[in-house]
């Protein structure tokens, strides 16, 4: 990626010998494919990468899963000929967005061209193995495709560019720490943990392992002509001289001019090259008058086939040839800000400046390049008629719209001082609320003799404010002058809002902080620019923004037991390779379903014209209501949730399934599915909870009043010093795992169908099929590999998903497969429940709590689905670890036309934990103490530890975890030192705090799993079936585990199977963290059945040999050919009784309460405050907590850190967006935010309780799937604590409430801070 810096290498005009070809010549398309020269005749030249390699080769460990570019599932590796530079480069890209022809003359490397376990493993593949660098292991194979570029491309990175690598590629499981130290492990500088990981490993020989992606670039020059590829209605051009571009745009004038084709994953999903939107294109990167790169002492000058990465590269270089100047490094800098370096790479800054002037497009780079006074040059029909335009001037209908744009101007802009800002919803991958940038030259009296200021996505186009300008001319960077720049900025430019954010919660969305971020900027950039002119001094940690910084290796401290070992997951290897499947990973010939959904929220469905999509090429069918064979319903309830509407029924939620549209492509069924014509009658939705309240729409089934009814409310309240009452708000959750819902079903005789499905509830998915398709239950078989994440939504919203390929399949006759990509999932699928929440609460004058009253109401949703459980576990998860003599507790159940939320990882917990420690931050703040003090105040001992219900909390230590870790982090010490560090910067802040929990779990979900051990007398290998699904938890490796520990045997011999409806019946849910220990059990109590039936033989052996036979010896005892027949074939179940669910055969009731156990646990961190743009940054998370003792703890750590993450994501950063039309704005990776590196704790330390083991457990243990997940809430806490010393230097209480979401709009709100305090 660095280019070299001589001026031969980088000022002179590249000149390619090229073949002029004529349009018409047939030319295949061929490319190396790890290692292997592929000839493609006739492509389709609409068809991308992705699609090619998945379903035309078979290379599934490239993943589909955002199509937009977002996510790093897809990235694959790429070797070209690099025209700008002339050298072959190495780089990693989005083969979602990549279009197959594009790939002319070029090595594509995936991730099964890396390595694999039959070959040789890549030490990026086994380093990420052997750290726990996966749990669900989907992102995997992007994440080592993402470091194996790395590698390839620039040898040594530093740690610190190992870190930003992972700009582009997002994992929901793991926290990506481990992911991070794997590939600091490479790294000049890597720290002494990464170092001590590669020694683990071994040496990094790139020799032996990269050979297997074959040839580097054998004869591929021979390639480099101008080629065309056509398929009917579309033609690909790929010319390489600017003369014959224009001759092509000159016969074909709609033709659109593409370099990468990124900006189709602009808030959708992509499928095709542009998406439809045009019928030619003409692809830039080969034109050689377009390649052009040159610089010399007045600047750089760049073509218009040049990408964004070119222009940081260059620019990078350009600051090495001038130390003395700061703007190349800062405008390089500001650059970084787009999207992310797979796109970077294949991304040009044309297209990204037209497509900002066009489109309104959130550009970073185009107000980068107005404040360093960029030009471009550009031409219509002829390379001799070029003209050139300042980007001030660059506007809508400047030029031409059939314009290409030839050259990119950047002046030496000698002695200046630049800088750019911007905020996202996070940090990376994140387009900006506002971006801006400013540029300042000053003489020798320190006057302002050259100034420009840069705003973009604030006014309606990127725009300078020239009043602003004006004001700097002449002046000094002071207060004065700074006050009036900011008042000019205002007066100048006309705001534009943005509409994504103006939900029908928040009808001004953040508008309101976007018009202040430039107010910010303005200040930031005075602060700098003093410090670099000498005008002022300011703390280094005031100035710029917060820095990324690599993560530290965790402080891990656990122990372990023989046999219950920190262990890798047992796919380990089959997942950084690539090997494992997935469900629509499964190599079964088959048609593609993609679903016609409902737009609107309300009303009936009048009629479904598929005419035009019968059309469309490829479709072979349109599958509606009228072909289901069986009950058209896919829900909880009968018949209140159908698989398609039918004509003239009801259409209660936007995103429901109207049809399937079945074709020989996913590309071909998505068109299809766009072509079908819906009418019908819309009507007012139920949106908010609110309006439900006011229209007295309940769920009348999942109504929980009196959830907790304890002692006295008002005797309470009369003998407290101080009530009031208050109200919160909590909002929902996607649960967005990494592969959405996915369904392939394949019809069986005597009409029946396996279903391979990413699920956590296979056999209630079997039973709901098999009403739909009218068959018995045990002709229907669900199948699961593993699912890529799940997080509690695939435990009912993936039938009505399956229900549609079964549906297809049984119509068709043929296999048929349903892989949604983030927009569908997003729009059709509900997630985590909001709730509203007011309460009432008495305390005496230290604080402690009297009494209680809440009344909560959630938003459900369209049906009840687990919104009845939910509401329950979020009513008892709201004490916590509190005392509370006196409570009460009502959840009511709101029915909205919003698709139907659903289980989300710790499923209600999160909401209750929020509403309590709101409560208790409101009792702190009222009485202006520290909500430490509060909590331990109130904090439940070992002697009164019961449950507002009269449930006992066995073996609770609460109080022991929290005095333990706050002496072990040092929080007295910290703390002080957090206010020390407040006292002296005003605009940065930090703030630390401590959390307990207390997670009540229940074996209802799980109870009644069963397992089969299976022991092969051949050689005394073992399979194990069990009734759970593997979603990243590691289940199948705990059983491994506990399978090997209970017979005695090697843990190599045994293979857990996939799981299997008619293998193991009657399975129930995976979820609630407790399935793992469900099926341990299980599989134990199958484990002591066969040691018995090995009893005798261990005994005759023992006795005629005088030793204990080795574990072969006997089981060829017991089980041989000719010999003794022993059944080596054993089930177990574990059905524990202990809640009020499990019944005799009377159906009496066993138990008395809800829940089983409790886990327990305490958390601390740190973070610091940005109070000019309300980000945030994790510092430190120190976390202890109880599992017992652990069966495998580099499993349950990974398991812990991926809830924290999840959590932070949820109290900070993750924000679902509904309009007043009930659809959602947030579909996809473009306005959805979960969590990406830069948002993890820098340093996380996390104890697993030693010496502790749970009686009740199994072998000990207890579930760490979901509690830890709460712990989160001290980024949060410790966010509000820095927010409290701002609001208290700006004269405002440090007594605030901050209800969901806390994004960075609403904790700089929550600042006060107002343009008035800035002085400089």
Not at 539 to 558: I, M, T, Y
Not at 863 to 879: Q, S
Not at 912 to 938: H, Q, S, T, W
Not at 1028 to 1055: D, M, N, Y
């Amino acid at each position: 990626r660095n280019f070299g810096t001589n001026d031969q290498q980088l000022g002179q005009t590249v000149k390619i010998a090229m073949t002029f070809a004529p349009p018409d010549r047939k030319d295949p398309l061929q490319f190396f494919l790890n290692g292997e020269l592929v000839r493609v005749y006739d492509p389709d030249p609409r068809q991308m990468l992705i699609e090619f390699l998945r379903d035309s080769k078979g290379l599934t460990g490239t993943k589909r899963s955002c199509l937009q570019g977002g996510c790093g599932a897809c990235v694959v590796a790429i070797q070209e000929y690099d025209v700008a530079t002339r050298r072959w480069v190495y780089r990693s890209i989005n083969s979602c967005l990549k279009p197959l022809v594009a790939c002319h003359g070029v090595s594509v490397t995936t991730v099964e061209g890396v390595g694999s376990e039959r070959k040789c493993v890549h030490q990026v593949q086994k380093r990420i193995a052997e750290n726990h660098g996966m749990q669900c292991g989907f992102c995997t194979p992007g994440m080592v495709m993402n470091t194996y570029a790395l590698l390839r491309a620039g040898g040594k990175p530093t740690a610190e560019e190992s870190m930003k690598n992972y700009d582009g590629n997002i994992c929901r499981c793991t926290g990506y720490r481990n992911l991070v130290q794997a590939s600091e492990s490479f790294a000049s500088d890597a720290s002494n943990e990464a170092v001590a990981l590669a020694e683990k490993c071994g040496h990094h020989d790139a020799n032996l392992c990269d050979k297997l992606s074959g040839p580097e670039y054998p004869k591929m020059d021979m390639l480099r002509q101008s080629v065309s590829f056509k398929t009917e209605g579309f033609a690909w051009y790929a010319p390489m001289s600017l003369e014959e571009t224009l001759e092509i745009k000159k016969s074909k004038p709609r033709a659109m001019y593409i370099l990468g084709d990124t900006a189709k994953g602009i808030r959708q999903a992509a499928y095709e090259v542009a998406n439809g939107r045009a019928n030619d294109v003409i692809s830039l990167r080969n034109v050689s008058e377009l390649n052009i790169l040159e610089k010399n002492g007045t600047g750089l000058t760049f073509g218009g086939a040049l990408t964004i990465q070119h222009l940081i590269d260059a620019l990078q270089a350009y600051q090495q040839e001038h130390p003395n100047s700061q703007w190349p490094e800062a405008v390089a800098d500001g650059l970084k800000n787009v999207a992310q370096h797979h796109i970077r790479s294949e991304a040009g800054w044309a297209g990204n400046l037209l497509i900002t002037i066009q489109r309104g497009f959130p550009s970073d780079l185009f107000p980068c390049l107005l404040a360093a006074d960029a030009e471009v040059s550009y031409v219509t029909t002829s390379a001799r008629d070029e003209k050139r335009i300042s980007l001030v001037d660059f506007k809508p209908g400047a030029v031409p719209f059939n314009a290409l744009l030839t050259k990119l101007h950047i002046p030496n802009l000698a002695g200046a001082f630049y800088k750019y800002y911007r905020v996202g919803q996070r940090k990376w991958l994140s387009h900006c609320f506002a971006g801006a940038g400013f540029r300042v030259v000053l003489d020798g009296s320190k006057t302002i003799t050259d100034a420009r200021v840069a705003l973009g996505y604030w006014a309606s186009t990127p725009m300078r404010s020239s009043k602003a300008e004006q004001v700097l001319l002449g002046s000094s960077l002071d207060t004065e002058t700074l006050q009036k720049a900011i008042s000019a900025v205002h007066a100048d430019l006309e705001f534009a809002e943005e509409r994504m954010f103006q939900t029908v919660d928040n009808p001004t969305g953040k508008d309101s902080y976007r018009r202040n971020l430039p107010d910010s900027y303005l200040f930031k950039f005075f602060q700098e620019a003093q410090n670099h002119f000498g005008v002022k001094s300011w703390a280094a940690e005031e100035l710029g923004n917060l820095p990324v910084k690599p993560l530290k290796a965790g402080d891990l401290k656990f122990q372990e037991a023989p046999g219950l070992d920190n262990k890798p997951q047992l796919s380990s290897m089959g997942l950084t390779t690539g090997a494992v499947r997935y469900t629509d990973d499964q190599p079964v010939p088959s048609l593609f379903g993609y679903p016609v959904l409902s737009e609107v929220a309300t009303g009936k469905l009048e009629n479904l014209d598929v005419t035009e999509a019968l059309k469309v090429e490829g479709v072979v069918d349109v599958v509606t209501a009228a072909d289901i064979p069986g009950a058209n319903c896919a829900g909880f309830a009968a018949g209140e949730e159908p698989v398609f509407v039918e004509i003239g029924g009801a259409i209660i939620t936007s995103g429901q399934q109207l049809a399937l549209v079945v074709a020989t492509s996913y590309r071909a069924a998505k068109r299809g599915a766009a072509a079908v014509k819906i009418s019908g009658a819309n009507e007012g939705a139920i949106i908010t909870i609110d309006q439900a309240i006011e229209a007295g729409s309940y769920l009348e089934e999942a109504h929980f009043r009196n959830t907790i009814d304890k002692g006295d409310l008002e005797e309470g309240f009369k003998s407290s010093d101080m009530v009031w009452e208050g109200t919160t708000y909590v909002i929902g959750q996607h649960a967005f795992p990494m592969e959405k819902q996915a369904a392939l079903a394949v019809p069986e005789e005597k009409k029946g169908m396996t279903i391979w499905n990413s699920t956590q509830g296979h056999d209630f998915c079997r039973a709901k099929l098999a009403g739909v398709l009218d068959v018995p239950g045990s002709y229907v078989v669900v199948k699961q590999t593993r699912a890529g994440g799940a997080f509690g939504h695939k435990n009912s919203r993936q039938v009505p998903v399956a229900a549609m390929a079964a549906v297809a399949a049984h119509k068709l006759e043929k296999a048929v497969r349903v892989a949604y990509e983030s927009t569908l999932e997003q729009w059709a699928v509900g997630g985590r429940h909001s709730f509203k929440t007011k309460y009432k609460v008495g305390v005496t004058k230290d604080g402690k709590i009297q009494s209680c009253e809440i009344e909560s109401w959630c938003n459900g949703g369209c049906t009840h689905d687990f919104t009845g459980f939910l509401n329950l576990e979020m009513g008892e998860a709201i004490p916590s670890v509190y005392w509370w003599p006196n409570m009460k507790v009502n959840v009511h159940a709101m029915k909205t036309n919003l698709p139907t939320n659903t289980a989300v990882r710790s499923f209600g917990s999160p909401q209750g934990y929020f509403i309590c420690e709101a409560i208790i931050e409101d009792i702190a703040g009222r009485l202006g103490k520290a909500v430490e003090e509060i909590r331990e105040v109130n904090m439940c001992t070992r002697e009164n530890a019961v449950t507002p219900w009269g449930q006992p909390m066995e073996y609770y230590n609460v109080d022991m975890l929290w005095k333990k870790l706050k002496q072990d982090a040092k929080f007295q010490e910290r703390e002080e030192a957090c206010k020390a560090f407040n006292e002296k910067h005003r605009w940065r802040k930090r703030g630390i705090s401590a959390v307990p929990l207390a997670y009540g779990h229940c074996y209802a979900y799980a109870a009644g799993t069963g397992a089969l051990v299976n022991i092969f007398g051949s050689d005394g290998s073992v399979t194990v079936h069990h009734g759970g699904c593997e979603i990243g938890q590691g289940i199948h490796t705990k059983v491994a585990q506990v399978v090997a520990i209970s017979l005695g045997c090697p843990l190599e011999l045994i293979r857990v199977a996939d799981t299997n409806s008619e293998v193991v019946p009657n399975a129930r849910f995976t979820g609630g963290s407790i399935t793992t220990e469900v099926v341990c059990e299980a599989a134990r109590q199958a484990c002591k059945q066969l040691l018995e039936t090995l009893r005798p033989h261990r005994e005759f052996l023992a006795k005629r040999d005088g030793k204990e036979p080795s574990w072969t010896e006997l089981v060829a005892a017991a089980n041989t050919v000719l010999g003794h027949q022993e059944k080596l074939s054993a089930t177990g179940i574990f059905s524990p009784a202990g809640n009020q669910y499990t019944t005799d055969v009377e159906g009496n009731k066993l138990g008395e309460f809800h829940g089983d156990y409790f886990t327990y646990g305490a958390g601390i961190s740190e973070v610091e405050l940005d109070v000019l743009t309300g980000e945030i940054r994790p510092l430190r998370s120190d976390i202890l907590y109880d599992v017992g003792q652990s069966i495998n703890p580099g499993i349950d750590l990974g398991q812990l850190e991926g809830a924290f993450v999840f959590g932070i994501g949820y109290y900070l950063y993750e924000e679902p967006l509904r309009d007043n039309r009930g659809t959602e704005r947030s579909q996809g990776v473009w306005a959805y935010k979960p969590p990406m590196a830069p948002e993890v704790p820098i340093e996380f330390h996390v104890e697993l309780l030693r010496d502790n083991p749970f009686p009740k457990g199994v072998l000990g243990s207890k579930a760490i799937g979901e509690p830890p997940f709460m712990l989160a809430y001290s980024v949060l806490g410790a966010a509000k604590k820095a927010i409290a010393s701002v609001r208290r230097e700006n004269g405002l209480s440090e007594h605030f409430q901050m209800p969901m979401p806390c994004t960075v709009d609403a904790i700089q709100k929550a600042c006060g801070v107002e343009a008035s305090h800035f002085k400089c």
